[in-house]
Every structure is written in C-alpha cells, then in structure tokens.
C-alpha cells in the first residue's frame, strides 16, 4: 500500500494517516519528522536542511525531495508507506512518481480529504478551547486568522494536486468532516 493523503490543515490528514499505517502496516511519513529525523542524523540532505533553517529559509523542493527519497529507501518502506505532507507542490509530486518508477512502483491512490473551510474553522477554535479548558496552552495556529492563511496557502499551491492524481486515476476523495470512524470506513472500503 503506497498512499499520499491530500487535504487542508486541520482535515484529519494524520489521523487518518496512522489509522492507515496501523492497518496496513506500513510507516506514516511526515515530512516535517522526516526533515527532523534528516537534520538529527546529519545526512547530507539533513545537513543542507539544516542550513537553510537556521538562515530562516523555507526548505527548498529539492531538499524535501532529498529527504523523501532518503527516507522510502529505507526497509520498512519498501513495502509501502502513507505520506502525510508530501507532495505538496506539482514539481513534489512529478518528482515522486519520478523515483516510485526508479524503483518499479506506482502509488496505490491519493485519498483527499474533503473538508468545508467554515466547519473547519469551528472545528480549529473547539480544539483550541479543549486545550484552555484542561489548562494547557492551544497550539499556536488554532487560531481563525492563521487557519485562515494555512487554508489560502493550500489552496494556492497543493489543492492543484486534486486535479493532478484525479488525471492520473488515482485520486479518491472522501468527505472528511464525518465522524473520525465513519471517514475511516470510507476510505477502506475505497481503496478494497
């Protein structure tokens, strides 16, 4: 099982992604873990990552690129893998079917994760309020401006995405805004 989960912020992309991994027993790989993993081991792609954060700088798609590839050599992804902020570009996502078919596999499919914006935002704010509400603090970007700005930047550049698998007759959308079990039942029985 070779998956991509596609969706804004806040959709239950990881969610999905470890209940996916646990099922089929492949790894659920982030790619902000994997940059962090890359830049712990000082790999080479890990030490040029490592310079342009600390300069400030967004992580280049050749870096990201560099990093995923380090990472679906690894044994346990031979077999398959979820990826869950990856691609997140056109040129991301060419570049990985570019090494899937260096190494003679496809994607399984792209599951999408529909999600109404104004839902989302109610759904970002109760997280937040959850937090205050067992005395911890809200993470930083559960908040309805930066959400707001997260869910521009997505449909800016990774939305595209849709269209790219869809074109590829890989692309399964699921209606991400029902309960955390049914959407998961969604998806399995999508991918049987």
Known sequence: MRLVMLGPPGAGKGTQGQRLSERFNVPQLSTGDMLRAAVNAATPVGLAAKNVIDAGGLVSDDIVIGCVQERLSREDAKRGFILDGFPRTLAQAAALDDLLNSS????????????????????????????????????????????????????????????????QGRLVSIDGMRDVDRVTADILEALT
């Open 104 to 167: 003679q596999h496809r994607l399984t499919a792209v599951v999408e994760l529909l999600v109404d914006e104004e839902l989302l935002l109610d759904r970002v704010q109760k997280r937040a309020q959850e937090a205050l509400d067992r005395g911890a603090t809200p993470r930083s970007d559960d908040n309805p401006e930066t959400m707001r700005q997260r869910l521009a930047s997505y449909a800016e550049s990774t939305a595209v995405l849709s269209n790219f698998y869809y074109n």
